[in-house]
């Protein structure tokens, strides 16, 4: 997904399903909507960044993680606290895009080379149907606009940018998050954390 897709989908596509959440229907059980039966369509990516059915997919997803009720009152989300889970969200997405590029990237010399008609053929690959699509893949290929170096480049920036602008009450709200057990995390665990540098040691550098 290239950067304008992402931040049309955060920017705007999301909060505008989180803002329709209240005047949906919802099961008086769970609290969330009640999933529309609908017929398999195609997973193609939409103009407004999602897939097919993705947006049921943000509305269990924000039923699971929006800030809970205090005792028997209802709580009041603040458009900070959406703001907040929204960047958390597409934080996480950018990432698996920077992931999903690098494979691509460690992927391509075995593509060349397969292209090239050399001895680089997987286990399991039948010789006549790898040299059948080999043969047929030159007319039916389409040509890759995106340049995924640069927007690997791009998305990392961009990773950099969020995490060193975010914002004090941004911050405060991060460590106030209750965990799924209702305890509060650790504040001094919090201050040490640097969910970048971890995601660049543990998952960037060995890709």
């Known amino acids: ?97 920077m992931i999903i590029i690098l494979e691509i990237l460690a992927l391509e010399p075995l593509r060349r080379t397969f292209d090239a008609g050399e001895d680089s053929q997987l286990p399991g690959l039948d010789s006549k149907l790898a040299s059948r699509e080999n043969s047929q893949e030159p007319a039916t290929r389409k040509r890759n606009k995106t340049n995924l170096p640069v927007l690997l480049d791009v998305h990392a920036d961009r990773l950099c940018i969020w995490q060193t602008t975010m914002s004090d009450e941004t911050k405060a709200l991060a460590e106030s998050q209750v965990l799924p057990d209702g305890e509060h995390t650790q504040k001094s665990e919090r201050a040490n954390a640097d969910p970048l540098r971890d995601f660049c040691v543990e998952i960037v550098v060995p890709l």
Not at 35 to 56: C, I, N, S, T, V
Request: charged share 35%.
């Open 1 to 97: 997904m290239t950067t304008i897709v992402i931040d049309k989908k955060y920017r705007e596509t999301l909060p505008d399903i989180i803002g329709k959440m209240s005047t949906l229907a919802e099961d008086s059980d769970t609290g969330v909507a009640k999933p529309r039966k609908r017929k398999p369509k195609k997973a193609k990516l939409g103009k407004d960044g999602l897939y097919p059915f993705e947006d049921e997919n943000v509305t269990r997803w924000w039923a699971a993680n929006k800030p809970a009720a205090v005792g028997d009152y209802e709580k009041t989300i603040t458009s900070s606290e959406t703001k907040y889970h929204i960047s958390c969200l597409r934080r996480r997405e950018t990432q698996l895009q």
